[in-house]
């Protein structure tokens, strides 16, 4: 079964670190573009970084320095260091697999929910 | 305040048609075919329903369909069923650093 299974989510404090994780299977991750999607409790939703099957990675302006989006190839699993937590990264973070160039989101995780609160 | 710009909420009777506009820019909506759109049900995943403009996904109903004209794109969601209710949301690709931007958001309620 294709599916995405994000684990690592739960409570910090401002200023913590956090990795989260996401392990792909019925496919392989290396090969996709991937994503991590976030929302606020009650928002919208918020495209938080990118790392392209060649392995460049993008940020959106609100993580940038503190997010690292990676890979591990042989356990066919993306990740998310978050470092630097704010009260406003508190949200549910999704993994995503992108179709590439085209940008549409098409298979995602139930996500996990990170909150940063002292 | 989102990239895109969506009407809070849109409401229909069972049966009925309704519309969801998604507002852009030249930079995102109104200079690429990228706009997805994708469905929400409380504390669940999105789940995408439209891709490229107008494109469905294997398994969605045609009862979703999707279109585009100058900056803004649009959801119709036709002959509504009570499973629809839903928050519905609208992304495109942006030749910004973002990258990718959403709208914020459309809940759909089925009366």
């Known amino acids: 079964e294709v599916q995405l299974v994000e684990t690592g989510g739960g409570l910090i404090q401002p200023g913590g670190s956090l990795r989260l994780s996401c392990a792909a299977s019925g496919f392989t991750v290396s090969s996709n573009y991937m994503s991590w999607v976030r929302q606020a409790p009650g928002k919208g939703l918020e495209w938080v970084s990118v790392i392209y099957s060649g392995g460049s990675t993008y940020y959106a302006d609100s993580v940038k320095g503190r997010f690292t989006i990676s890979r591990d190839n042989s356990k066919n699993t993306l990740y998310l260091q978050m470092n630097s937590l704010r009260a406003e990264d508190t949200a549910v973070y999704y993994c995503?697999?992108?179709?590439?160039?085209?940008?549409?989101?098409?298979?995602w995780g139930r996500g996990t929910l990170v909150t940063v609160s002292s | 305040q989102s990239a895109l710009t969506q009407p809070a909420s849109v409401s229909g009777s069972p049966g009925q048609s309704i519309t969801i506009s998604c507002t852009g820019i030249?930079?995102?909506?109104?200079?690429?075919?990228?706009v997805s759109w994708y469905q929400q049900h409380p504390g669940k995943a999105p789940k995408l329903m439209i891709y490229d403009v107008s494109n469905r996904p294997s398994g969605v109903s045609n009862r979703f369909s999707g279109s585009k004209s100058g900056n803004t794109a649009s959801l119709t969601i036709s002959g509504l069923q009570a499973e629809d209710e839903a928050d519905y949301y609208c992304?495109?690709?942006?030749?910004?650093?973002?990258?990718?931007?959403f709208g914020g958001g459309t809940k759909l309620s089925v009366l």
């Open positions: 995503a697999r992108v179709a590439p160039l085209y940008w549409y989101f098409d298979l």
């Open positions: 992304s495109s690709y942006t030749s910004s650093s973002t990258l990718v931007v």
């Open positions: 030249s930079s995102d909506v109104g200079g690429y075919n990228y």
